[in-house]
């Protein structure tokens, strides 16, 4: 038996990279998965995004655990879209009791500053707000308790130190999530649903140039010290984010919830 058999999990950005790991390892523990994503760009994004061919290789690889899924393309931007794809999938599979609002974008740098700010602020924050506005109301009036993973980041700990509106965003925006995390956290207490955040330190998925880091640094310099862990390691591997945030949403956490969880091979201690 997993530790998780019966139970749904909401997962955003679940097309590739954290996401599909998220996915994977949870249904691995026996859950089955309702997964969203946009697959497709953003005006201020310079790498590749996600595409629905990825979305449906995720759903390939959850059926291939003998796990059900419904994978829906949505925007965490659009409220109204994202409650659609989350009432087809608890429709189909049952209400949800864990959410992982994963989904998030880099810090642009191919756009206007106002672009810059404008799309990562919207994805990385008010897309994890929707993300539990959507979720949360199924979890309180279902009164079987629930637990519920936000992304953030080092950065949503720290100041980044760079200047410009990608970054700042970023950095803003990430704060906010453990701002957010730690609102609900009270409020939804009470009702015994937990939430809690991981703050990863780079991850090695395409946002982060799929671990060329010396690329990355190459070009900016001045993140050096925002991405230099304490251990010998560049990056670590979404599957080291998708075991901390598989222990949070288990019993095995049970009685843990207002707090981050960083998964940052000592980034943040080094500092």
Same mark, same amino acid.
């Given at each position: 038996?997993?530790?998780?058999?019966?139970?749904?999990?909401?997962?955003?950005?679940?097309?590739?990279?954290?996401?599909?790991?998220?996915?994977?390892?949870?249904?691995?523990?026996?859950?089955?998965?309702?997964?969203?994503?946009?697959? &497709?760009?953003?005006?201020?994004?310079?790498?590749?995004?996600?595409? !629905?061919? %990825?979305?449906?290789?995720?759903?390939?690889?959850?059926?291939?655990?003998?796990?059900?899924? $419904? =994978?829906?393309?949505?925007?965490?931007? %659009?409220?109204?879209?994202?409650?659609?794809?989350?009432?087809?999938?608890?429709?189909?599979?049952?209400?949800?009791?864990?959410?992982?609002?994963?989904? &998030?974008?880099?810090?642009?740098?191919?756009?206007?500053?106002?672009?810059?700010?404008?799309?990562?602020?919207?994805?990385?924050?008010?897309?994890?707000?929707?993300?539990?506005?959507? =979720? !949360?109301?199924?979890?309180?009036?279902?009164?079987?308790?629930?637990? !519920? +993973?936000?992304?953030?980041?080092? &950065?949503?700990?720290?100041?980044?130190?760079?200047?410009?509106?990608?970054?700042?965003?970023?950095?803003?925006?990430?704060? &906010?999530?453990?701002?957010?995390?730690?609102?609900?956290?009270?409020?939804?207490?009470?009702?015994?649903?937990?939430?809690?955040? $991981?703050?990863?330190?780079?991850?090695?998925?395409?946002?982060?140039?799929?671990?060329?880091?010396?690329?990355?640094?190459?070009?900016?310099?001045?993140?050096? @010290?925002?991405?230099? @862990?304490?251990?010998?390691?560049?990056?670590?591997?979404?599957? %080291?984010?998708?075991?901390?945030?598989?222990?949070? $949403?288990?019993? %095995?956490?049970?009685? +843990?919830?207002?707090? $981050?969880?960083?998964?940052?091979?000592?980034?943040?201690?080094?500092?």
């Amino acid at each position: 038996m997993g530790k998780l058999d019966g139970k749904v999990a909401f997962i955003t950005g679940a097309a590739r990279g954290q996401g599909r790991s998220h996915a994977l390892r949870l249904a691995q523990d026996g859950a089955d998965i309702i997964a969203v994503d946009l697959c &497709g760009p953003v005006r201020s994004v310079a790498y590749p995004m996600p595409t !629905i061919e %990825d979305l449906e290789q995720t759903a390939k690889a959850v059926e291939s655990l003998g796990r059900r899924i $419904v =994978a829906r393309q949505a925007d965490v931007r %659009d409220y109204a879209a994202l409650e659609e794809a989350f009432q087809a999938g608890t429709a189909e599979l049952g209400p949800v009791e864990i959410v992982l609002a994963n989904a &998030g974008i880099g810090a642009g740098g191919v756009a206007t500053d106002e672009e810059q700010w404008e799309d990562v602020v919207a994805v990385n924050l008010t897309g994890v707000w929707n993300t539990g506005r959507v =979720a !949360i109301p199924q979890l309180i009036q279902q009164g079987k308790g629930g637990a !519920i +993973v936000l992304t953030s980041s080092t &950065g949503g700990l720290v100041g980044v130190g760079i200047p410009t509106a990608g970054f700042l965003g970023y950095t803003a925006a990430k704060h &906010g999530v453990i701002g957010l995390m730690r609102s609900w956290a009270n409020f939804l207490a009470p009702f015994n649903i937990r939430v809690n955040s $991981v703050a990863p330190t780079a991850v090695r998925t395409p946002m982060a140039g799929d671990g060329n880091l010396a690329e990355i640094l190459e070009r900016a310099p001045q993140l050096a @010290n925002a991405l230099t @862990n304490a251990m010998p390691v560049d990056l670590v591997e979404p599957e %080291d984010i998708s075991n901390a945030i598989a222990w949070l $949403v288990s019993d %095995d956490a049970r009685y +843990v919830t207002g707090t $981050v969880v960083p998964v940052d091979a000592g980034l943040l201690n080094k500092r």
